[in-house]
């Protein structure tokens, strides 16, 4: 499965987590805690999303949409509806990838040495930002988009540390956060893996904090399916 990606924004970076202000407004460190403050505290998302993708050896681009399940600690599912449907499902142990057009699964169980393949763990976990990222900021003019006319867009770069393995280890080379400044609430997630290719999650409808099931995050596989255990 290739889940998918966009194209890199220019960005301004700003050597660690000093005290320069942004806009003369608030300092990068201060943003930061009320980011990570804001993450740490959702136990679960519920989201439509809408999925662009670039592959820069292709140089080809697509779009997909679906439907996100979060829950802490690292339960995923990701419900693709178009183009195709395809389903993603990660907990603490196993990671099931089903594609009913090919009526086959992937099937993976996670260990010390085999970890969840999605960066999108990123958002199932606690976070401590200045810890396992280099941290800067994007300079961007979001005005003309819709969603934000009537916001402040801050949107983060997040380049995982030597000593973050867990993102190194999947090739996952910065993640980018657009964050919405008046609640610190998260509408976009991206990431751009080591070969330069790039997916970015905008959640539409976003729902934090959520009674869901444990079981939404269980799979189990249908008849006639082919498994593959990799």
């Given at each position: 499965?290739?889940i ?9 970076f ?12 608030m300092?990068?460190t201060?943003?930061?805690?009320k ?9 679960s ?5 809408e ?5 820069k ?5 697509t779009?997909?949409?679906?439907f ?14 178009k183009?195709?449907k395809q389903?993603?499902?990660s ?5 099931w990838?089903?594609?009913p057009?090919?009526k ?14 999605n960066?999108i ?11 396992e990222f280099?941290?800067?900021l ?21 380049t995982?540390?030597?000593s ?26 991206e ?11 905008e ?5 934090e904090?959520e ?9 189990t ?5 082919d498994?593959?255990?990799?």
């Amino acid at each position: 499965m290739k889940i998918g990606y966009t194209v890199l924004i220019f960005v301004i970076f700003i050597s660690g987590l000093n005290s320069e202000a942004i806009s003369n407004e608030m300092p990068l460190t201060e943003i930061i805690l009320k980011v990570q403050d804001r993450l740490n505290q959702t136990t679960s998302i519920r989201s439509e999303f809408e999925q662009k993708n670039f592959i820069k050896s292709l140089g080809a681009r697509t779009t997909s949409r679906g439907f996100l399940y979060i829950k802490k600690p690292e339960k995923i599912k990701i419900q693709y509806i178009k183009p195709q449907k395809q389903v993603f499902v990660s907990n603490e142990n196993s990671i099931w990838i089903y594609t009913p057009k090919f009526k086959q699964v992937l099937h993976r169980k996670i260990s010390i040495t085999k970890q969840n393949i999605n960066p999108i763990i990123f958002l199932s976990k606690k976070i401590n930002l200045s810890k396992e990222f280099q941290i800067s900021l994007v300079d961007t003019k979001m005005k003309n988009v819709k969603f934000w006319k009537k916001r402040k867009p801050l949107i983060i770069k997040l380049t995982p540390k030597k000593s973050n393995q867990k993102f190194s280890k999947i090739g996952v080379k910065f993640l980018k956060i657009h964050i919405d400044s008046s609640d610190y609430k998260i509408h976009v997630f991206e990431y751009t893996d080591s070969m330069d290719n790039n997916s970015k999650f905008e959640f539409l409808n976003l729902v934090e904090n959520e009674d869901i099931e444990d079981n939404v995050f269980e799979f189990t596989i249908p008849a006639n399916i082919d498994v593959i255990r990799y």
